[in-house]
Nanobody
Framework: QVQLVESGGGSVQAGESLRLSCAAS?????????MGWFRHVPGKEREGVASIDGSGSITYADSVKGRFTISKADAKNTLYLEMNSLKPEDTAMYYCAAQFTSICFNKYPIWGPGTRVTVSS
């Protein structure tokens, strides 16, 4: 089964940028499958941040539209999340997730361990 590993998290000031990466262990997985980014703050529900399906169709949460960009580097089996104009409320553990299908459904059965993002004011 494919494994996902996130990287790129860290601590930044409000207004700064970070780029998260998610490496898939299986060749061509990122190019053909639905993949997404989620975030979680303890005490709150997990939030879907962005997703991209096998055809390249993208969705964003309203809270990140215009600031975050999801993309894929198929040759590297890697999913990215470019985060600009970061706000303290973006502070969370960020997770990469994938599905077995090209089309995105509600359930993501494959998850990475997460990478922490902290934004201070």
């Amino acid at each position: 089964q494919v494994q996902l590993v996130e990287s790129g998290g860290g601590s930044v000031q409000a207004g700064e940028s970070l780029r998260l990466s998610c490496a898939a262990s299986k060749s061509s997985y990122s190019s053909g499958n639905c993949m997404g980014w989620f975030r979680h703050v303890p005490g709150k529900e997990r939030e879907g941040v962005a997703s991209i399906d096998g055809s390249g169709s993208i969705t964003y949460a309203d809270s990140v539209k215009g600031r975050f960009t999801i993309s894929k580097a198929d040759a590297k089996n890697t999913l990215y999340l470019e985060m600009n104009s970061l706000k303290p409320e973006d502070t969370a553990m960020y997770y990469c997730a994938a599905q077995f299908t090209s089309i995105c459904f509600n359930k993501y059965p494959i998850w990475g361990p997460g990478t922490r993002v902290t934004v201070s004011s």
